[in-house]
């Protein structure tokens, strides 16, 4: 006589309840899935006996359940490797300079400002100007013709009539003709890294740069 699911289940040790309270989900693991296919077996209807493809559809099955799972875990412990990883080579970077996209950089006493353009195009004339808190223009590099590519640049904080600027945070215009128009180029700057904030799970981490706050380490261009 062929027994019930729940009874195949109760057998097993396996809690059932009949009513609709909610009980704690259980993981249906790889020995009490072979205890239940050996009951299942043992106590099939031996008019109507299982077919050998019921048998291989459920054993294929739960081997991708279970495959997809270690999967997952496979793929959490890379997650965690990784994060790690990172967060070291994230922690060797203070007291070193990093190259990041920046419109603003920091001119020190002991460094200049220094920095790239981003040309898109060549150039006959491309410009790398330096405005102070006010806005007011106080210094234009003028670096000429150009191929397409990054240009560096550098600034001592030189002025025209030559004495020096002071130390301070100064904002950067970079611009070039382009086929005949004066076209606004994309600027990286170079700065010191003070801390790392290594955050939360998931977060991103950040580096605290001198004069220019919070960047992704994602954002990081080069290492010096």
Known sequence: MAISAIESFQNLGLSTTADKKEVKKQELGQEQFLKLMTTQLTHQDPNKPMENGDFLAQMAQFSTVEGIGDLNKSFADFSTSVSSGQALQAASLVGKSVM????????????PLSGEAVLTDGTDNLKVSFLDSSGTKVKTLELGRQDAGNVSFNWDGLLDDGTYVDPGVYKITAEAKIDGKNTA??????????????????EEITLALSGLGQVSLNDVKKIF
Do not use: H, R
């Not at 990041?100 to 460094?111: D, H, N, Q, R």
């Open 100 to 111: 990041v996209p920046a419109e603003e950089g920091i001119m020190s006493l002991t460094k």
């Open 185 to 202: 180029l994309q600027t990286y700057v170079s700065a010191d890294v003070e801390s790392v904030s290594l955050g939360k799970k998931n």
